[in-house]
């Protein structure tokens, strides 16, 4: 799949088992990652950024029995979402190859929720400061919208900046 250089400020963070993540490297190329969960939002966020020229990451954080950290993370190629008459349904999330997270990154509490359009309004227009809220691991699942790392933001720009050959 081809994306835009261009990183979505704001991109989709999700939780999985240790087990799922082995499975999704062992593939070795682009993936998809199902969920029960109507992703309506995240469908419509994802669109959003595209229409903007954007790509957007999602991350993968890990939860075992101990702790739960960020592993991995992808560019989101598509998002469908299936619904049934019964309001029973399917998500599908359609990435690129899995990249490692930067380890300054790994822990949940490192990355902030998205603010509301409202308080970036106020922060861009009358210079008010935003409140950032750090994210917890019990706010992944089905999955949330935070902050882009600036990690990915930094190497997105450098894949950019190599010859094409």
């Excluded at 935003?130 to 992944?140: C, E, G, S």
Aim: charged share 25%; hydrophobic share 40%; proline share 5%.
């Amino acid at each position: 799949m081809t994306h835009s250089t261009k990183v979505a400020d704001y991109c989709l963070a999700t939780v999985v088992s240790p087990k799922s993540i082995e499975t999704m490297l062992e593939a070795d190329s682009g993936g998809l990652f199902k969920d029960q969960n109507l992703w309506r939002v995240a469908e419509s966020f994802f669109h959003a950024a595209q229409s903007r020229g954007e790509s957007m990451p999602l991350l993968f954080a890990v939860r075992d029995e101990k702790a739960c950290w960020f592993s991995h993370w992808a560019t989101i190629g598509k998002i469908e979402v299936l619904e049934l008459p019964d309001s029973r349904g399917e998500s599908r999330c359609y990435f690129d190859r899995l990249m490692a997270f930067n380890p300054i990154w790994e822990e949940i509490d490192s990355l902030a929720h998205k603010p509301s359009d409202e308080q970036l309004s106020r922060e861009q227009l009358e210079g008010a400061r935003t409140l950032r809220w750090p994210l917890q691991a019990n706010q992944l699942h089905p999955y949330t919208i935070c902050e882009t790392p600036q990690f990915i933001h930094a190497g997105m720009l450098e894949t950019s900046a190599l010859p094409q050959a």
